[in-house]
């Protein structure tokens, strides 16, 4: 393949990206609208409405729900109606009528400012409005003036509490409880909930909760968040996949492989559902290829995975333990040969970054087909070491938390200017969702190229459709023939797999050359 010159971005033209103004600008709240009586006992779940990147795929935000509220909801008192409203399915602004006594909403710092919006609206109609999230637990002072009740650490534990003081009129201020309880006796999300038509899948499964890397960028190293690593029982896993009733699930883990037997165990207890998965890991989960064969075995058919960057410089400094960045391309073709898809995610902006990241990072790509990849710009959230280093140093541009969203660069970079980071972020996005990058990186296998391509084109380069499909309630519907064409594919290649397992028994003991799954 012919290397790109480092200089080619900063040469090329961005092109306009096409933006509707409802997938950046919230619904209205009518200041005027007037408040219906307060139904008591009621209870609404709002996720609020954040913008999208237009470099990115709008289909990323309709994947799969998330956990958070649907849990909440699962814990909530029998007695208590809930309700769930997540503003980005475009549905419109969260209802009111009648006014629930109630309202929790999950504050991140991109949509913080939507978030306080809402709970300001609410609060002077009545409702007790809880705020919840990570941003609230990195920044209490300046969400407590929107809120009856902050709580801070893990709602499902403390949401009953809170339902609980607002029947005796007897609110704190403050909740506060980390997460290190039995993650097993935590209650399954309640998934009827959701609007399933809205979703490519509904089955958002999570079976561990931690990870065993802190990197200085991540949000798990907030100061003041203890995460300990926690484990459900893989039967509940298993049996929540099961009664959702879909052929495919997406665990929105950290890093599910961050115990190994843990994840073997699950795989045991997957295989025999005859479904597809997908899950965010570490690189170093293929420091055993048997683990990796289990996967496959058990439905695995794509793996998001947090490369970051190609230096090792970079990795060291964040405090990630990964394989070394020479050793990435051996181990995503033992992926690869497994049938198992990668999103590569690449993280822009570090310190030891200069301008011909964006050709290196393209050209690596490229060169070892990852089907997709996901680009940050370096994003210092507040509470993180990153954040305090960062501050120290006085290269803060703003505070303005709706741009801390990795999309928009908030630092001033060491090696590159704000600008030219930038300008790279955009043009790697508009080189990888190229025609031409999406047919260099098709997979190897020429049965795989056909579903590789639908999924490339329809999940990369087709925002325009994607808004048509979520305001129409379409998303299910499209992909849902796509997703089961794969599971079927996936279905013949874990037999063949299967059937060569048996013929190498009892010598096998591992597998790093296969035949490809075609998905």
């Given amino acids: 393949?012919?290397?790109?010159?480092?200089?080619?971005?900063?040469?090329?033209?961005?092109?306009?990206?096409?933006?509707?103004?409802?997938?950046?600008?919230?619904?209205?709240?009518?200041?005027?609208?007037?408040?219906?009586?307060?139904?008591?006992?009621?209870?609404?779940?709002?996720?609020?409405?954040?913008?999208?990147?237009?470099?990115?795929?709008?289909?990323?935000?309709?994947?799969?729900?998330?956990?958070?509220?649907?849990?909440?909801?699962?814990?909530?008192?029998?007695?208590?109606?809930?309700?769930?409203?997540?503003?980005?399915?475009?549905?419109?602004?969260?209802?009111?009528?009648?006014?629930?006594?109630?309202?929790?909403?999950?504050?991140?710092?991109?949509?913080?400012?939507?978030?306080?919006?809402?709970?300001?609206?609410?609060?002077?109609?009545?409702?007790?409005?809880i705020l919840g999230g990570l941003h609230v637990v990195s920044c209490p002072q300046e969400a407590a003036p929107h809120a009856d009740a902050l709580a801070i650490g893990d709602g499902v534990q403390l949401w009953p509490r809170i339902l609980a003081d607002v029947e005796k009129g007897a609110l704190q201020p403050m909740y506060r409880v980390m997460y290190e309880n039995e993650y097993r006796d935590d209650p399954p999300p309640r998934r009827d909930l959701l609007p399933r038509k809205s979703f490519l899948t509904t089955t958002s499964l999570i079976a561990t909760r931690g990870c065993h890397n802190r990197c200085e960028f991540c949000y798990l190293s907030t100061e003041g968040l203890r995460m300990p690593y926690r484990v459900r029982e893989v039967e509940q896993v298993a049996r929540e996949f099961a009664a959702d009733d879909q052929p495919y699930a997406v665990f929105i883990d950290n890093n599910l492989g961050s115990r190994r037997e843990y994840l073997r165990a699950l795989c045991v207890a997957l295989r025999p559902l005859e479904k597809i998965w997908s899950a965010a890991v570490t690189l170093d989960v293929t420091d055993d290829p048997r683990l990796i064969r289990d996967m496959a075995l058990a439905g695995c058919t794509g793996v998001f995975i947090g490369f970051e960057s190609l230096s090792n410089s970079n990795i060291t400094q964040a405090r990630k333990r990964s394989p070394r960045t020479e050793d990435y391309a051996r181990r995503v073709r033992m992926l690869h040969e497994h049938g198992i898809q990668v999103n590569g995610s690449f993280v822009l902006g570090f310190d030891e970054d200069r301008r011909d990241v964006f050709a290196i990072t393209a050209e690596w790509i490229e060169q070892n087909r990852l089907e997709c990849a996901t680009f940050h710009i370096l994003t210092p959230y507040p509470g993180t070491p990153l954040f305090r280093q960062i501050e120290s140093e006085g290269r803060l541009l703003h505070r303005d938390w709706s741009r801390y969203d990795t999309a928009h660069v908030v630092f001033q970079p060491k090696h590159m200017s704000p600008e030219e980071l930038a300008h790279g972020y955009g043009w790697i996005y508009q080189r990888l969702f190229s025609h031409t990058s999406i047919w260099r990186r098709r997979p190897g296998d020429r049965r795989a190229i056909a579903p590789y391509l639908a999924m490339s084109y329809l999940y990369k380069r087709s925002n325009r459709f994607w808004r048509f499909l979520i305001k129409r309630d379409l998303v299910h519907t499209i992909w849902n023939p796509l997703v089961e064409w794969t599971r079927q594919r996936h279905l013949k290649f874990r037999a063949r797999l299967a059937a060569e397992d048996e013929a190498r028994r009892p010598d096998f003991r591992t597998a790093e050359s296969v035949v490809s799954a075609g998905v």
């Fill in 1 to 129: 393949m012919k290397r790109i010159d480092p200089e080619t971005p900063f040469g090329a033209k961005l092109r306009s990206r096409w933006l509707p103004p409802e997938m950046v600008t919230p619904p209205w709240l009518d200041p005027e609208a007037g408040a219906s009586p307060v139904q008591p006992r009621t209870a609404l779940l709002i996720n609020p409405f954040y913008p999208k990147d237009p470099h990115s795929s709008f289909g990323k935000h309709v994947l799969t729900p998330t956990l958070a509220l649907t849990s909440f909801a699962a814990a909530t008192p029998e007695h208590w109606r809930v309700r769930y409203w997540d503003e980005n399915l475009l549905h419109g602004r969260p209802p009111f009528e009648p006014m629930p006594e109630v309202v929790g909403i999950t504050v991140h710092l991109t949509f913080a400012r939507r978030a306080y919006e809402l709970a300001d609206w609410y609060r002077r109609r009545g409702s007790k409005v």
